[in-house]
């Protein structure tokens, strides 16, 4: 049986993603220096996102509240991969990132799927 290949969803995904969504940044602080005053910095990387909203039966008030945004974080042109501890600048205003999931069968990264919030 012969493996299926996931470069063409990935594609339609960045496609998609491309045409609906909008340019924004992934912001990653790094900390250096000693650990009593450390230094941090931040350095912004281009991304292209879908700002959706989630469903009234979804949020909980706890892990997902109504001002969190669910967006969809394409892999085209990414350098680096989304963590928990990076953040996105969604028209000026900065969220952080509560959760990150990637739709990733067979180890392919088709697009993340972020849980931000303000």
Not at 5 to 33: C, F, H, M, V
Not at 95 to 118: C, D
Request: net charge neutral; with cysteine; charged share 30%.
């Amino acid at each position: 049986m012969t493996a299926f290949d996931y470069s063409r969803p990935r594609a339609t995904a960045e496609r998609l993603i491309k045409r609906y969504g909008q340019r924004e940044q992934l912001r990653r602080s790094t900390r250096s220096g000693p650990e009593f005053n450390p230094i941090v910095s931040t350095a912004d990387y281009a991304c292209r996102i879908v700002v959706l909203s989630y469903e009234d039966k979804q949020i909980d008030g706890t892990r997902i509240k109504a001002s969190d945004k669910l967006v969809y974080l394409s892999t085209e042109d990414m350098t680096i991969e989304p963590a928990e501890f990076d953040a996105l600048v969604i028209g000026g205003v900065v969220h952080e990132i509560v959760n990150v999931k990637p739709l990733s069968p067979a180890g392919v990264v088709v697009f993340w799927e972020i849980q931000a919030r303000r």
